[in-house]
């Protein structure tokens, strides 16, 4: 029998690569899309399954559009991964990244224990609600301190998925994903902020690359590794909660050299330090264990640093090229 499946954010770059790995496993996919003045598909396009998905208007911060979406798609699993998901603009638009990333779990939540119980949720938590790290590496088990509204947001939703888990017995995961990128990465996020201008760069569009604090330390992997690992997660008998990363963190200033270094060109003599991306409090470094994933789900992130950012340099060399 045909699976189905329901996915929010299914226009952002996790959405897309879910979608095309769902499809390719032989589900049905409906999508949650927000009513945008403009075209937010491109990302579903550029797999080729924009024809595929079966879309439903909707809105996390609107309760009444996610209840009509479950029961007009009457999914076996449920993926949210909706949310205003940059951190810096978390600041300036604290109240609606509050809304959509924090209650509007609870607005899928509730839908499914009143219209579909039998259902399976996965919850998009993420390593942003370690902040000040409390443990040198992050597990299931380390104690959060988010240090921005969009991490405090993402607490909430992540404690309420274990709440109605707890509460009424909902197959309720939660994926604590540490930062996974791709030539689908919005330009905000810094691998692709560098990736893109080490290509302006290389072609003669663009001369310099302003950043903020360059020494900050992430653990990055590849957006289509982890899409896997959400999948999984739904696929046991019991629902829980997972740390997903590669167990290797790197500076910002690496991850530029190593994007330079594809192209021949030195960061250092690009980069310019600009005070205006500097955030107001930072998360210094972040460095995940996922040994309870590789344990539990066999899973295994297969794409190292390097592979990454060439991937997203050669993509992006390929696109400017035909700006
Ligand atoms: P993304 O590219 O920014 O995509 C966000 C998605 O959320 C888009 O489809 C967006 O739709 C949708 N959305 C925004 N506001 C909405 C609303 N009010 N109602 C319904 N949908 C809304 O993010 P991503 O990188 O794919 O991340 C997916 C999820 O994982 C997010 O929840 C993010 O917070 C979380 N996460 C990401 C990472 C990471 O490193 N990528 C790590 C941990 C957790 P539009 O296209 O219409 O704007
Ligand atoms: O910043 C530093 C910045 O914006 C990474 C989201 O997907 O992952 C992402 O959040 C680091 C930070 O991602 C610039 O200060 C320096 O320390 O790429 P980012 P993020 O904030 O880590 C987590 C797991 C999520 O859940 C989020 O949704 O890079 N940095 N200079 C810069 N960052 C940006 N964006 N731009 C700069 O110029």
């Given at each position: 029998m045909t699976r189905t499946a329901l996915i929010t954010g299914i226009t952002g770059q996790d959405g897309a690569y879910l979608a095309k790995l769902l499809l390719e496993k032989g589900y049905e996919v409906h999508g949650l899309v927000a009513r945008r003045?403009?075209?937010?598909r491109w990302r579903l396009r550029e797999l080729g399954i924009e024809g595929q998905i079966r879309y439903q208007e909707g809105d996390l911060a609107d309760a009444c559009s996610i209840q009509r979406a479950v029961i007009k798609s009457k999914p076996q699993e449920i993926y949210n991964?909706?949310?205003?998901?940059f951190v810096g603009s978390s600041w300036d638009q604290p109240v609606t990244t509050g809304i959509v990333g924090g209650l509007g779990v609870t607005h899928v939540l509730e839908a499914i224990r009143q219209f579909c119980p039998d259902s399976r949720f996965y919850q998009a938590s993420?390593?942003?609600?370690?902040?000040?790290?409390?443990?040198?590496r992050q597990d299931e088990n380390t104690p959060f301190y988010p240090r921005s509204p969009y991490g405090v947001a993402k607490l909430y939703g992540h404690w309420i998925t274990v709440n109605y888990r707890e509460s009424f017995g909902l197959h309720a995961s939660s994926g604590i994903l540490f930062n996974h990128e791709s030539?689908?990465?919005?330009?905000?996020?810094v691998t692709r902020k560098v990736t893109d201008a080490v290509a302006r760069i290389k072609l003669g569009k663009q001369h310099e690359l302003r950043m903020g604090n360059i020494d900050a330390k992430r653990d990055w992997g590849f957006a289509g590794d982890y899409v896997e690992a959400m999948w999984l997660m739904l696929q046991q008998d019991r629902a829980d909660d997972y740390v997903i990363a590669t167990g290797v963190t790197t500076t910002v200033r690496d991850m530029c050299r190593l994007a330079f270094s594809c192209v021949g060109l030195n960061y250092e003599d690009h980069v310019v330090i600009d005070p205006?991306?500097?955030?107001?409090?930072?998360?210094d470094v972040l460095l995940g264990n996922p040994d309870k994933a590789a344990r539990q789900l066999g899973w295994k992130p297969s794409t190292s640093l390097d592979q990454l950012i060439g991937m997203m340099v050669d993509a992006d060399l390929f696109r400017v090229g035909r700006e």
């Open positions: 003045s403009s075209d937010t991964l909706g949310a205003q998901s993420t390593s942003e609600m370690f902040g000040l790290i409390q443990a040198e030539p689908l990465r919005g330009l905000e996020f205006q991306f500097f955030r107001p409090a930072e998360v």
